[in-house]
């Protein structure tokens, strides 16, 4: 066969050629370098440079990182959206930085100028990336791979060989060869040209659209969603309406018609513990049986709701999410006339479920001259006594093993109609006195099941009934949007995976017949980057069109010695000795690696 040769004439426009058959392997902007003699760019010109700058994949990636550093505040800082009593805890011990983080804005990160800035800066780049580079790519889809370059050789994984089957022969070999293969191939003149690997693409479009459809989602999510806390003692029933809720953090866009009508009662509680070793007092069980009804006229549904396993109604998801104890107490005034009897939900203060909140008296209470006045009572409630030896009111174990109510007691004004909220587990005692016990000390006793604690000068009486219940805690939780955000962040997963793990590459084959009438086949293949999968591919290739258009020897020259003895070797077989390439230092051919060792 003839060698390759190469001159300057024609490495010019070889250069070229090469770079045309090279591109479009991907749908990145080129950035055109600037000329040193333009002129100056003017608005329009400097508004297209800002543009192209934002639209950039390198900026994208940089308001991504700023993104991700913005949102690091809003975990470490108190949020008013999420826990306003924090922020005003955080505003009275820090004197000097409370101002400062206000006037940044690092107490509501999420709804601040800068964040809202990094978060729009965002979002357009990432369209600016995106559409143009889907047009590219849509294009690439609906054209075909473009064809080979003039010079096989001059790429860095090819082979050659001479054969005795005709050039059509070969090139229908080979487009059969690739399309076998998976690649999109088809004949361009005296070569075939092929191309895979539009998955990379395609995955890199996918991840950037994803985060896109999470941009959006999470927006939208934040605008309309809501967020109400319940306690509900069992027998007790809740109804998802605003006034329900003991408190209610919704979205800007969230109006109370978006709540989800339904209405559920607590049947029962159940929780047990570890009783022995080093994990005493562990949950093992935490759930709550409901009947729950879905709209006005739904019918009743049981379900029970266990720890991160809500109950869905609709768009809103109901969360087990704290439990307590709930004594049932009955107050007496001076006749022996009930005045109040009901379950007063207690607070947990520890792991244990040492307790406490407050009774209050509002209504109906009569002091033993005739004057209407309110009781309030300081409760702490420990569900495991640890008997008086233990000097404290702490229990010892979160079940009902020992229960104990201790009370202080306290008679006058709760100040309940002065027309400022008050808290239904504290007691306001500007306007209350204490009830002295025989020693003029504040009248306080430590109760059992059962037992009564009586208020001095006939002014009534306080039981802590057997009966003691339990409550749940729930959270109502809608955020439309989150099937959106867990889409896109798997489609993102994908899509990222695709466009580091698959390589887009070209293949040509030219079969062309010789000076000497012989066909002469040159293979060649080009990736993205440099990559060992390449030339493994392409000796694959090689290797399978070989067995079907074998090798000839090539010609031997004139004088040439016979050999002597010597077993001959396939000369025809991609790589072997009778392949010849150029020794212009510029053109080496390299042949593809494996190739050979067909």
């Not at 580079?133 to 010079?151: H, I």
């Not at 229908?172 to 895979?196: I, S």
């Not at 329900?244 to 709540?259: A, E």
Request: aromatic share 8%; proline share 7%; net charge negative.
């Amino acid at each position: 066969m003839s060698d390759t040769t190469t001159d300057n004439s024609t490495r010019t426009g070889d250069d070229q050629d090469l770079g045309a058959a090279g591109s479009q392997l991907s749908t990145a902007p080129v950035e055109d370098s600037p000329s040193p003699d333009l002129p100056s760019l003017g608005v329009i010109g400097w508004a297209r440079w800002f543009w192209r700058q934002l639209t950039s994949m390198r900026v994208a990636l940089l308001l991504l990182l700023l993104l991700s550093l913005a949102a690091i505040p809003g975990s470490l800082i108190p949020q008013t959206g999420i826990n306003e009593a924090q922020v005003a805890d955080f505003r009275e011990r820090h004197d000097v930085l409370a101002p400062v983080y206000d006037k940044l804005g690092l107490f509501n990160v999420y709804s601040s100028v800068w964040f809202s800035a990094i978060y729009i800066l965002l979002f357009v780049s990432l369209i600016g990336c995106i559409v143009p580079r889907t047009w590219q790519f849509v294009g690439q889809l609906r054209g075909r791979p473009p064809g080979a370059p003039r010079r096989l050789t001059r790429l860095p994984a090819h082979t050659t060989w001479r054969t005795s089957a005709d050039p059509e022969e070969v090139r229908e070999a080979a487009l059969a060869l690739l399309r076998k293969r998976r690649f999109r191939a088809h004949a361009v003149g005296d070569a075939v040209a092929a191309e895979k690997g539009y998955l990379r693409e395609l995955g890199n479009l996918a991840f950037h659209l994803a985060l896109i459809v999470m941009l959006i989602a999470f927006a939208w999510g934040q605008l309309f969603k809501s967020e109400g806390n319940k306690i509900v003692v069992e027998g007790d029933g809740f109804s998802n309406t605003l006034t329900q809720y003991d408190d209610f953090k919704s979205g800007n866009l969230f109006t109370n018609d978006d709540l989800e009508p339904f209405s559920f009662d607590v049947e029962e509680f159940t929780g047990t513990y570890e009783r022995t070793g080093p994990n005493r007092g562990t949950p093992r069980t935490y759930e709550t049986e409901v009947t729950y009804t879905e709209g006005a006229d739904g019918e009743e549904k049981n379900a029970l709701i266990k720890v991160n396993k809500p109950l869905e109604i609709g768009d809103a998801k109901v969360y087990l999410v704290s439990h307590g104890y709930a004594p049932v107490v009955t107050v007496r005034d001076g006749k022996g006339e009930i005045v109040y009897q009901d379950a007063v939900p207690l607070l947990p203060l520890d792991n244990n479920v040492t307790s406490n909140g407050v009774v209050k008296v509002l209504d109906g209470y009569r002091n033993p001259q005739g004057k209407k006045e309110q009781l309030g009572f300081q409760a702490f409630f420990v569900p495991t006594f640890g008997g008086s030896a233990s000097g404290t009111m702490l229990s010892q174990f979160p079940a009902l093993d020992y229960p104990v109510l201790a009370l202080n007691a306290y008679h006058g004004d709760l100040k309940a109609d002065s027309g400022i909220p008050q808290s239904v587990y504290q007691m306001d005692k500007t306007k209350m006195k204490e009830f002295k016990d025989a020693d003029g000390e504040l009248l306080k006793k430590l109760l059992t099941p059962g037992e009564t604690m009586t208020l001095p000068g006939g002014a009534g009486s306080i039981t802590f009934e057997k009966d003691i219940k339990e409550w749940a805690g729930f959270q109502v939780v809608q955020e439309p949007g989150g099937g959106w955000a867990l889409g896109g962040a798997l489609a993102a997963i994908g899509g990222l995976a695709a466009s580091l793990f698959v390589q887009r590459r070209r293949v040509w084959v030219r079969a062309v017949r010789g000076d000497d009438g012989v066909t002469v086949v040159e293979m060649a293949g080009l990736g993205r980057s440099e990559s060992a999968k390449v030339p493994e591919e392409l000796g694959d290739l090689a290797g399978t069109l070989y067995e079907r258009a074998p090798g000839v020897p090539d010609p031997e020259p004139d004088g040439a010695p016979e050999p002597d003895g010597t077993p001959p070797e396939d000369p025809g077989a991609p790589g072997a000795s009778g392949t010849t390439t150029s020794t212009d230092t510029d053109s080496q051919a390299v042949p593809a690696e494996g190739a050979e060792q067909q």
